[in-house]
């Protein structure tokens, strides 16, 4: 039977497989992430969660495979032949990142200003009308502050408007980035890890955030997360990766019973899942990963000549 996020989902991924050299780092994975769902890839270190994201976004160009994202009214765009802005401009994909990487040195209003660009310079017609101070990009100006000043108080920064966003505490900061992500406007929302770091009390707050940002705005959101409180708590759709290949796929309850994710995650043999599955299930799986490195990412992206990607 088909799940919910089979039925209509927002972004699909196919056969997805990305080679460094002789590593492989993704093979062949194939999942869905539904519309205004909140989707959460998860797996020990080194599973290959961020370089999915990389693919997702066009940092990475897949060496095979298809990324869809499906947008109402049957417009799709095809993730892996559009370059990495177009994808954000067009297909409204944001994200963040596993570090935080703000303006430090800009006030927190104006970390939000930048991420309107796209709209305010073409407001301005590229500069000049910026420059006269046309009604139309005084207009689209007034507008972005606007919804700056909206994501500023949803995220409980708007009383720090006015500092550099470098001097915002820690939870602070991780709020800021996906404020400023969802100033583009964005159909599907890529947050890499945007627990860590985080004490309790602000792992909370962000599931709260998360779950108003899905609830109301309709937004689909992808998630990489290793703080399953989190994951447990909001996620409507799990997805498991281990080596780069998709272990688990389905309702977080399915998923913290299923046999290979524990094995995944603790290493144990056969006769010692069912007391640890019990376990996993009294504490929400909140276990530590398996210790190893990840596996080396290399210098360069590599980027083969890419197509534009809409498809009606």
Aim: contains cysteine; proline residues 5%.
């Amino acid at each position: 039977m088909s799940e919910n996020w089979s039925s209509d989902p927002e972004l699909r991924v196919e056969h997805l497989t990305m080679r460094f050299g002789g590593l492989t780092a993704i093979g062949d994975l194939s999942f869905d992430a539904g519309r205004k769902q909140i989707t959460a890839l998860i797996g020990p270190n080194g599973a290959g969660k961020t370089t999915v994201f990389n693919c997702i976004t066009g940092f990475y160009k897949p060496t095979e495979g298809m990324i869809i994202h499906r947008h109402p009214g049957g417009r799709e765009f095809l993730l892996e032949r559009m370059d990495d802005f177009r994808i954000t401009q067009h297909s409204k994909v944001a994200r963040t990142f596993q570090n935080i990487r703000l303006f430090g040195g800009m006030t927190v209003l104006e970390n939000l200003m930048v991420a309107q660009h796209n709209v305010l310079m073409r407001a301005s017609g590229y500069t000049i009308g910026g420059l006269l101070g046309s009604g139309h990009f005084k207009k689209r100006e007034a507008e972005a502050i606007e919804l700056a000043k909206y994501w500023l108080d949803k995220t409980g920064v708007v009383d720090r408007a006015d500092d550099a966003a470098g001097d915002l505490p820690y939870g602070a900061q991780r709020r800021l980035e996906i404020a400023r992500a969802m100033c583009t406007r964005p159909r599907l929302l890529c947050l890499d890890e945007p627990a860590a770091g985080l004490n309790p009390r602000e792992s909370e707050e962000l599931n709260k955030l998360l779950i108003s940002i899905r609830d109301e705005h309709d937004m689909a959101i992808l998630l990489i997360e290793h703080d399953m409180s989190v994951v447990m708590g909001i996620s409507d759709h799990i997805v498991v990766l281990d080596y780069g290949r998709k272990i688990s796929d389905g309702t977080p309850n399915h998923v913290k019973n299923d046999p290979a994710v524990i094995r995944a995650y603790l290493g144990v043999e056969d006769e010692q899942e069912e007391p640890i599955a019990q376990k996993l299930v009294a504490e929400g799986l909140k276990v530590h990963e398996k210790e190893g490195p990840a596996p080396r990412k290399p210098a360069r992206r590599t980027t083969p000549a890419a197509k534009k990607g809409t498809r009606k």
